[in-house]
């Protein structure tokens, strides 16, 4: 298994660590900050600011918390932190997309085009599907216990829900409104394929983008 973890680019890791918005503002000080080990080996022994569970369990959510601030640079986070809480929603779930990659694989190969299709509605069980088909070309995702794989999906469910897109009751998909100012910070820096990822018709993406080409 140690093999295939290797040679496998998925992870089952963000299963151990819900969207947090509100204990990612919390913590991106801590993670900014040059003395960022110590001072969060102190909220893991502390539990000062995330108030949450056992030391072990806050362990494992700060190593996520790590992962994901770090799978962007520096002016990323410096930019979220001047977001108003719809605008971090928007940045968080995009970093959650490049952090992990089985969450980017099933928006963008599941959620994506089932918004786009006739009956924009999803299921549970469309995503352990979705999971079993990547599971078929690697090996490391397919030795993952049936109790993981469904932990995961779950885990993409709520991620999606969490950013607006999908009703909880009904199991419709929606586009995610984005703020004109947040879209055309990703569009204008090569990432238009989030905006599109969220719902947003190409004509208002060439819309945002021809708009920022054409100032002075």
Known sequence: MRANKQNSPYSAAFTGCGFMLDE??????????????????????????????????RSRMVAEFRRRYHALPPSFWNWFLSLDRAGQTVALYYCLMRTYLML???????????????????????????????AASDAFVESWSDATKAKIAGTCLSFLRAVGMLEAATGALHPVPVPDAVATRFISRGEAWYMEALGMPLYEVSRLYQSEVSKP
């Not at 502390?46 to 369990?57: I, R, V, W």
């Open 24 to 57: 990612t503002v919390a913590l991106l000080p801590i993670l900014q900050s040059p003395d960022a080990d110590a001072l969060l080996k102190a909220e893991v022994e502390g539990n000062n600011l995330l108030q949450l569970g056992k030391a072990k369990t």
């Open 104 to 134: 980017k694989e099933v928006h963008l190969n599941l959620f994506l085009p089932r918004l786009k299709s006739a009956n924009p509605v999803v299921a549970k069980s469309d995503v352990d599907r979705h999971i079993l088909k990547i």
